[in-house]
């Protein structure tokens, strides 16, 4: 079989039709671009945002940038801030607003996503309805369609998980036995290959190892498995083992750059005091999740439904197709001899693997974050597409395939109707607000205060970046009176953050969370040096005067 037939299963109309199915898509994050940070998840996307703001102040800062929301030092790195780099320099060189080109950074990178799903699809001797059923599929889900546009790392590191699968899979490719076949160029050492999917694959897991952990499994596993068969059939053994070790190192050297990083970002945080509850010793538990969370069926039930169509009681039937779909393909391929049928159940199997490792090994941040889906769920897609081409290969009655295609059509159109349903309901009106009680009280401040001045927020949303980053200023959350890490004195959190220009201190409190009364944890004396200066909804405002600040007036309540 030439190299040509097996490029690409997409015709020009394909790809046409394709390109039309992502239209609407895209519009709807062009249009809804401009929306500041006050949707879904804000508190996660301010925290991207504010780290991007400040990222390139007083020089380039990419191993201790600052997201200043918990004091002095400002630097408390999560992932490493490629994503956020990225967005600052366009913002810069474009002129154009950070809220905007960060969604639509994030928007570019889940097109390109797709893109390169369709890409291992074509190459993978999947038929063109099935990689068109794909992109219906992605392009009508309420996950991609609502977290696709906001200011979150999730759709680059997905971008970058895939674009070092696509080429570990050209590469495993290139090395087993199917490549033999191959005229003896392509046997050749593919430095190229091998450079970007290691250059990925870092990427990858740099900006968020949770996305990229589940693939660097996979690829444990199928080194393993490819070493097993290569035994029992003693053919090609030690070719099989020197490739599953050369995929070995990169995996570990990418694991020891992550770890350094983690590590490095951890010290940084150690500086701030009030950091320590964010340290990675202290979120290991809470991001895994315990064994009892796993074998709670209705937390599943939950997990599951969040991610598909929990509108309409169907929101475990997409879960159920791509499980229904996966087995059959890989019982009829058990029996079916054809080639393209074993090659799109490896991908069937790929993508079903990537698909429930990731909660599977990251159970709470799955059942807590939504926006986690982002993660797995194109590659539920993946392999629900290459599932039904399997199934499509190994049928021989033309009946049966007919009806086959049928059914397959019908499946797509009832769950891209009920994605596109849970949407409406669920995201619409969220992605089209252009108004908060939070924008209000945080622009007012803005508006009344200079980049030097600082901000404590009270009882907002724990240590949520969003009045920050609304507002323009640096400050303090005070996440709780009675937290270990806040018995200290919060005067002198206050004292390393003032500086010689700094002229007032802004309080935002939030007296639906504050339990206790309006500055309540201030003295009497220190009272009347704030002055109350707007109200929107249970937020309130206050401008303090700085000397306030600069004696031992704060309680410790």
């Known amino acids: 079989m030439n190299r040509k037939k097996n490029s690409s299963s997409l015709s020009l109309r394909g790809k046409f039709i394709i390109g039309l199915i992502f239209i609407p898509t895209i519009i709807y994050w062009l249009t809804t671009s401009g929306q500041p940070i ?13 780290s991007a703001d400040y ?24 992932e490493f801030p490629i994503y956020q780099a990225l967005v600052k320099i366009i913002s810069t060189a474009t002129s154009q607003s950070l809220t905007q080109v960060g969604r639509l950074t994030n928007s570019a990178s889940i097109l390109l996503s797709a893109m390169v799903c369709v890409s291992i699809l074509s190459r993978n001797r999947v038929k063109q309805l099935y990689i068109i059923i794909f992109s219906l599929l992605l392009a009508t889900s309420q996950v991609y369609l609502y977290y696709g546009r906001t200011f979150l790392i999730d759709g680059t590191a997905l971008l970058f998980t895939l674009a070092a699968a696509f080429y570990y899979i050209q590469l495993r490719f290139i090395w087993t036995q199917e490549a033999f076949n191959a005229p003896k160029k392509y046997n050749l050492f593919p430095l190229a290959k091998t450079l970007l999917f290691s250059t990925f694959l870092i990427l990858g897991m740099l900006i968020k190892a949770t996305t990229s952990l589940p693939l660097i499994c996979f690829i444990a596993i199928d080194q393993i498995h490819l070493a097993c068969t290569s035994l029992l059939a003693r053919e090609q053994f030690f070719k099989a083992i020197k490739n599953g070790i050369f995929f070995g190192i990169i995996s570990l050297f990418t694991i020891f750059l992550t770890k350094s990083w983690v590590n490095h970002a951890d010290k940084l945080k150690e500086l701030n005091s009030n950091a320590a509850f964010i340290l990675s010793k202290n979120l290991t538990g809470w991001n895994f999740g315990s064994l009892n969370d796993r074998l709670e069926p209705g937390k599943w039930s939950f997990l599951l439904s969040a ?9 475990i039937l997409l879960p159920m197709i791509i499980f229904a ?4 393909a890989n019982i009829l391929t058990m029996r079916c001899k054809n080639s393209a049928a074993r090659r799109s159940t490896y991908i069937c199997n790929f993508g079903f693997f990537m698909y429930a490792a990731g909660p599977l090994i990251f159970f709470n941040l799955y059942f807590i974050h939504e926006y986690y889906a982002t993660a797995n769920l194109a590659f539920g897609y993946l392999s629900l597409a290459a599932s039904l081409n399997t199934i499509s290969q190994c049928i021989e009655r033309k009946n049966l395939l007919k009806l086959m295609k049928i059914f397959s059509v019908f499946i797509t159109g009832l769950i891209g109707a009920l994605q596109l349903y849970s949407f409406n309901i669920r995201y619409w009106p969220s992605s089209t607000q252009t108004s908060s009680d939070a924008l209000e009280i945080a622009n007012y401040v803005k508006n009344h205060s200079s980049s030097h001045d600082r901000l404590l927020t009270i009882g907002c949303d724990d240590w949520s970046s969003q009045l920050f980053y609304l507002s323009g200023l640096k400050g303090l959350a005070v996440r709780s009176f009675s937290h270990p890490e806040n018995k200290q004195s919060i005067r002198i959190e206050i004292q390393k953050m003032i500086n010689s220009n700094t002229k007032s201190i802004f309080i935002i409190e939030n007296t639906k969370f504050l339990g206790m009364v309006s500055l309540g944890y201030l003295s009497a004396s220190s009272k009347q040096g704030c002055s109350p200066i707007h109200k929107a909804g249970d937020y309130y405002a206050y401008k303090c005067n700085l000397e306030q600040f600069k004696n031992p007036t704060l309680t410790n309540k």
Do not use: C, H
Not at 60 to 72: A, D, S
């Open 38 to 50: 006050i949707d879904n998840y804000s508190f996660r996307q301010a925290q991207t945002a504010i």
């Open 55 to 78: 990222l390139f102040e007083n020089g380039v800062n990419l191993f201790n940038y600052q997201t200043p929301v918990l004091g002095k030092p400002w630097a408390i790195p999560f």
């Open 307 to 315: 991610t598909s169509t929990k509108i309409l009681n169907f929101g």
């Open 325 to 328: 779909a996966f087995a059959v």
